[in-house]
């Protein structure tokens, strides 16, 4: 089998993997990107035609972190020559997401944002009853993960990366000048490797040459449900706000895209759902439990919408205890992993903090390896 050199070897096609293949071909490096299933795939977390743009945090720290990812996108956006986010603004709601305090929080950090009463939510959005206060802000809206990753890759590509696909890493060697990737097919020699395997990451990191000592990462499948617009509540192609829900229960929602079917749909997933798994046991049965409360939710707070899905669907959520992610080096290996169900907002920026790392830059201390 045959041994290739480049640069860097980028492990994994998703979200971190493709915008740090991207990143690093702008830097003037050789990449090849290897993925164990093909670009766009559906079976870990960067898939799909909708996921949460927004700059809302009860965190300082990820408010101003979406500031800087909003100035990547930016870049992306304009090189690419496509736009791949699309704004709605985003609600706020629920005794848990503290309304006071984060409208405080997103001015002082610079972020327009007003308090709505329910009334005028309900007169803004027919279709959206939550019968409490919400913090609007404008900056919200929902990214297509699926056309970002083929627009990373195809840059990455255009820019001298090599891709890989239906190719899968076994091992991670060290060398006397970097790393060797081992595939089944033959081997690729870099002086550094960037894993960003999404739910993979457990698997592949009893592998490392050298122990890791990193946030206990759990896998879980999470569930999503799509339901139609209603014709005779407001106008169906109005375009609803993102909305985040903590209360009794964590609930998400954004509008669907083309993941909704033909129709305008809502998108509704319970992020706090309860179903542990691991990238290779899913079983991808949609949890009547988690169908049950995102539908009840729907029923008492989005009368705008069916009450049958058009579709259902489920993804991975990698996890750490703390929701922070995981950006650090290890010797020639870079792990990526920003997880937790909040990473897809950052794409663009996550490829230039694994680029960083690659240069011998230092991890942002709130994602350094840790216990």
Known sequence: MSTQ???????????????????????????????????????GSS??????????????????????????WDRLEDQAGIALRTRTGGLDAGRLRHPTELIGLLRQQGVAAELLPPEEITERWPGIDLGEPAVFHDQAG??????????????????????AERCAVERLSPCADGIVAQTADGSWRAGAAVVAVGSWLPNLMNGFPSPVVTPRITVKQQEVFHLPRRTDVGDPDAIWPTLVYKDEVEIYALTSGADGGQRPAYK?????????????????????????????????????????????????????????????????IVVASPCSGHGAKFAPLTGVLIADLVEGGPAVPRFAFRT
Not at 18 to 43: C, D, K, M, P
Not at 50 to 67: C, E
């Open 268 to 332: 509704i997933g319970q992020f706090d759902s309860v179903s542990d798994t691991t990238a290779d046991n899913r079983d991808k049965i949609i949890d009547p439990v988690a169908r049950a409360v995102c539908l009840d939710f729907a029923g008492r707070h989005l009368p705008g919408l069916e009450h049958q899905p058009s579709n259902e669907q489920s993804c991975l959520f990698t996890m750490t205890a703390d929701e922070d992610f995981v950006i650090d080096r290890i010797g020639p």
């Open 142 to 163: 929902y990214l297509d993960a699926g056309a970002t990753v083929r627009t990373l890759v195809g840059l990455a590509v255009g820019g001298g990366a090599v891709l």
């Open 47 to 72: 898939h799909g035609t909708s996921r949460i743009y927004r700059r809302a945090y009860l965190d300082p720290f990820y408010i101003r972190l979406t500031g800087r990812a909003e100035r990547e």
């Open 5 to 43: 050199r480049v640069d860097v070897v980028v492990v994994g096609a998703g979200l971190a993997g493709a915008a740090a293949a991207w990143e690093l071909t702008n830097r003037g490096y050789s990449v090849v990107i290897v993925e164990q299933f093909e670009v766009g795939h559906a079976e």
